[in-house]
T-cell receptor, first 115, second 113 residues
Framework: DVKVTQSSRYLVKRTGEKVFLECVQD?????MFWYRQDPGLGLRLIYF???????EKGDIPEGYSVSREKKERFSLILESASTNQTSMYLC??????????????FGEGSWLTVV | DAKTTQPPSMDCAEGRAANLPCNHS???????VYWYRQIHSQGPQYIIH???NNETNEMASLIITEDRKSSTLILPHATLRDTAVYYC??????????????FGKGTLLTVNP
């Protein structure tokens, strides 16, 4: 089974703190993603990475950065947390196979509250 | 990606089969049908996907009509833990870093004892 593991399930941080969200996948997937999910807004992509040390901005990258030093690990960094970054954060990974498409697998989610 | 239409909610008795329909009349030839579900407060869980043939795995079966304009997800023996919102999505079969994943409102399946 594909396993995408997010390090923290629930976090409470103060405004201005630097926050690290860690994600590890165990299936040697090339692509990794960070989304946030908010009521009424659906899934929104923050950043994705298609290879080690490679990253691309998604739809809402402002206020976030990412790091991918190893293939299995993708970290999301909130440089200075703000209350509007309170959300559920979802890490995901995917691989492409010619006869099977491009399936995205998600982690359990990290609920971040910024106070 | 093509748009999908699902009923907002369905009920099913525990132990019975749950059949969740999805219309995707504008699907194109290079798009797969994917199903995910999301249990409250958890990340979306991949269930199954298919192109034009029926598919089955340990979780569910996917029946795609011959014209590919609709599909049905079948949970053969629903349990209380299958209560969740189920999303039907069509996505391009292209490779690379295709990240587009638009979840609509989905179907809230409630499995009753």
């Amino acid at each position: 089974d594909v396993k995408v593991t997010q390090s923290s399930r629930y976090l409470v941080k103060r405004t201005g703190e630097k926050v690290f969200l860690e994600c590890v996948q165990d299936m040697d997937h090339e692509n990794m993603f960070w989304y946030r999910q908010d009521p009424g807004l659906g899934l929104r992509l923050i950043y994705f990475s298609y290879d080690v040390k490679m990253k691309e901005k998604g739809d809402i990258p402002e206020g976030y950065s990412v790091s991918r030093e190893k293939k299995e690990r993708f970290s999301l960094i909130l440089e200075s947390a703000s209350t509007n970054q309170t959300s559920m954060y979802l890490c995901a990974s995917s691989f492409y196979r010619q006869n099977s498409g491009n399936t995205i697998y998600f982690g359990e989610g990290s609920w971040l509250t910024v106070v | 990606d093509a748009k999908t239409t699902q009923p907002p909610s369905m009920d099913c008795a525990e132990g019975r089969a749950a059949n969740l329909p999805c219309n995707h009349s504008t699907i194109s030839g290079n798009e797969y049908v994917y199903w995910y579900r999301q249990i409250h407060s958890q990340g979306p869980q991949y269930i199954i996907h298919g192109l034009k043939n029926n598919e089955t795995n340990e979780m569910a079966s996917l029946i795609i009509t011959e014209d590919r304009k609709s599909s049905t997800l079948i949970l053969p023996h629903a349990t209380l833990r299958d209560t969740a919102v189920y999303y039907c999505i069509v996505r391009s079969r292209s490779g690379g870093s295709n990240y587009k994943l638009t979840f609509g409102k989905g179907t809230l399946l409630t499995v009753n004892p």
